[in-house]
Structures are given as structure tokens and as C-alpha cells.
């Protein structure tokens, strides 16, 4: 473990991200390209986590004025609450899971990519 930055070292002089470094800072100055896709596809997962925070907040108003909440997006939509249907940083629309929660498109690569909510909740930049 290096104690300068709490990241564990992983051979080769390299080391896992900084938590305390925003991982924007880690996309734009990076020339590792791996470094740079791991950034990017992190922050497409806060951005998308972020999204569906604000849609379970909508989606909580239309519980409110209906007495039942959103079973899809178009919903919201409808009920004046959104412009149109919302799209990931991928461009999949968001959907309604069977918790009545907002998540990811099944279709959406990010999707596939995405880490445990767990692990994105405990990320602070």
C-alpha cells in the first residue's frame, strides 16, 4: 500500500487511481490510454448514477399527484415532469426496474460496464 495516496501498488511502478484526485483531472491529462478509458467509462457511470438520482426524485413527485409511480419513462413525459425520455451517456434511454427505480438500459453498454452501486456511492472526488 502506498501511504502517500492509500492506492496499492500494482507492479511496473503503477498504482491504482487516487481518490482524491477527480478522475476528470485523471481523463485529461493522461496520455496512458487505459488509464484514460478506465476514467471515462467511471465517469459515464457517475453521470448515469447521478441521472437516475434526479429520475427516482421525479419519479417520487409523479407517486405523489397519481397515487402509483412511473412505469416507464414516457410517464414523466406525459405528466409534464420531463421534456422527453432521458438517455445515458451512451444515448440508451433509461427505464423503470421492477422496484420502480431508475437504472440502465439493458441494451446500454454501459450497462455491461457498470460497478455495484456500493462502489460508485463510496466514490468522493
Given at each position: ?23 476528470e ?5 493522461s496520455?496512458d ?51 422527453g ?41
Amino acid at each position: 500500500m502506498d501511504e502517500s495516496n492509500g492506492s496499492e501498488n500494482r507492479g511496473g511502478g503503477r498504482f491504482a487511481f487516487d481518490l482524491d484526485v477527480p478522475l476528470e483531472r485523471y481523463y485529461e491529462s493522461s496520455s496512458d490510454p487505459m488509464i484514460k478509458e478506465n476514467a471515462l467509462q467511471r465517469l459515464k457511470l457517475l453521470k448515469a448514477q447521478e441521472d437516475c438520482m434526479r429520475l427516482d426524485a421525479l419519479a417520487d413527485q409523479y407517486a405523489k399527484r397519481n397515487g402509483r409511480r412511473p412505469a416507464r419513462m414516457t410517464d414523466l413525459v406525459q405528466a409534464g415532469l420531463l421534456r422527453g425520455v432521458p438517455a445515458d451517456p451512451e444515448g440508451f434511454a433509461y427505464v423503470f426496474g421492477e422496484d420502480g427505480k431508475a437504472e440502465l438500459n439493458l441494451d446500454s453498454p454501459s450497462w455491461s460496464n457498470r460497478c455495484s452501486s456500493s462502489a460508485l456511492t463510496s466514490y468522493s472526488p
